[in-house]
């Protein structure tokens, strides 16, 4: 699965702001925005990745157990899931 | 008819018909230097305006906002400038911003700082200024895009502060963390579809929120709403 195009993702501080861009800008004028769990694995969704590659890259990068990991990232997929803004899943 | 306007110190054409709009921006006539760009505004940009727009308004204020809007998404990618809807006000030498949606109060509250500290303040644009980074610093500049009250000076003053502004029956002024300025403050202007410039004035919001000291403001309509803002904001 990987996010869809016309989605800017940008940090400011430890925040981040994902706001839409092109033609999908008419449809999708909201603003989101995300600690910097979600920016992270916002980013990696930019290319297709499995959800199980995925928890894998939380627990390296953030250096937590497997459980915590599977909970924080199958809680925001469903999240990009609700808003639409993910293909392939 | 064309006429040659300077509006945050950048130089333009403007191809307009109705006399509305040439008296709103009358005060931003210049003649003697040449323009960077030109505008021409068509049939079709009053009828994409009128299709924006939540009210109903005539042809002419609908060209008025369409100069607007063309301008701005001219002077982003070159002059590093952007619109925000504010009300801004100088008090010795420094911008005050109060923004939120339409309705809250921007121009209430501003109205109360004149009341209580006219002497000390005067209203550089109440409703869609410019800012403009040059040399590092952000500027708040006047347009004659001024609200429905009409109030504001073609100039330019060093933006200093940024107040969040909504309705409270108690007043109070405190600090604002950056997740919730963020948002908020990129729903005050217009974003633009192209990913490049839409980059570019990421890019410049950082960097313009970072540079002012911003607040959570909230307030009633008493005169003590200014005063507690005013205690804090410019007695330091």
């Known amino acids: 699965m990987k996010v869809k ?29 995300l600690n910097s769990v979600g920016g992270f694995i916002f980013k990696e969704l930019s290319e297709d990745i499995s959800r199980d590659e995925l928890v894998k890259k939380i627990v390296d990068y953030y250096e ?18 609700d808003a ?6 | 008819m064309i006429f040659r306007y300077k509006i945050a110190d950048i130089v333009f054409d403007a191809d307009i018909r109705y006399k509305y709009t040439y008296n709103i921006m009358k005060d931003y006539l210049v003649d003697d230097e040449p323009a960077r760009f030109s ?28 100069v607007y809007r063309k301008y701005i998404y001219e002077v982003l990618d070159k002059y590093d400038a952007f619109f925000f809807h504010c009300s801004s006000i100088e008090v010795g030498g420094k911008a005050i911003m109060f923004t939120a949606k339409s309705g809250t109060g921007k121009s209430t509250h501003r109205n109360l700082w004149l009341k209580n500290f006219g002497d000390k303040v005067k209203v550089i644009n109440d409703d ?30 060093p933006a200093d502060t940024l107040c969040f502004l909504s309705r409270s029956e108690k007043n109070y002024i405190g600090p604002i963390s ?11 202007t ?16 950082d960097e313009f929120l970072q540079q002012v000291k911003c607040y959570d403001l909230r ?18």
Do not use: H
């Not at chain 2, 200024?129 to 504001?152: A, C, L, N, S």
């Not at chain 2, 217009?190 to 919001?205: A, H, I, N, S, Y």
């Open chain 1, 5 to 33: 195009e016309g989605f800017l993702l940008r940090s400011f501080g430890d925040e981040y702001i994902v706001v839409a861009v092109g033609e999908g800008s008419e449809d999708f004028n909201k603003l989101i925005t």
């Open chain 2, 39 to 66: 505008i021409v505004i068509t049939d079709e940009d009053i009828a994409n305006e009128r299709k924006l727009s939540p009210n109903d308004l005539s042809d002419a204020s609908y060209e008025s906002i369409a």
């Open chain 2, 128 to 157: 869609k200024p410019i800012i403009r980074k040059i040399d590092g610093v952000f500027y708040v500049y006047g347009t004659p895009w001024q609200g429905k009250e009409g109030m504001g000076t073609n100039t330019r003053v």
């Open chain 2, 178 to 188: 950056t997740s919730e300025i963020v948002a908020k403050a990129l729903n005050q």
């Open chain 1, 84 to 89: 639409e803004l993910l293909e392939g899943c």
């Open chain 2, 190 to 205: 217009v974003r633009p579809k192209q990913p490049e410039l839409m980059g570019k004035l990421l890019d410049l919001f």
């Open chain 1, 64 to 81: 937590i157990d497997r459980q915590l990991a599977e909970r924080d990232c199958d809680s925001f997929i469903e999240k990009l899931k």
């Open chain 2, 219 to 236: 307030v009633n309509m008493d005169d003590e709403a200014a005063i507690v803002a005013y205690n804090e904001i410019v007695k330091e």
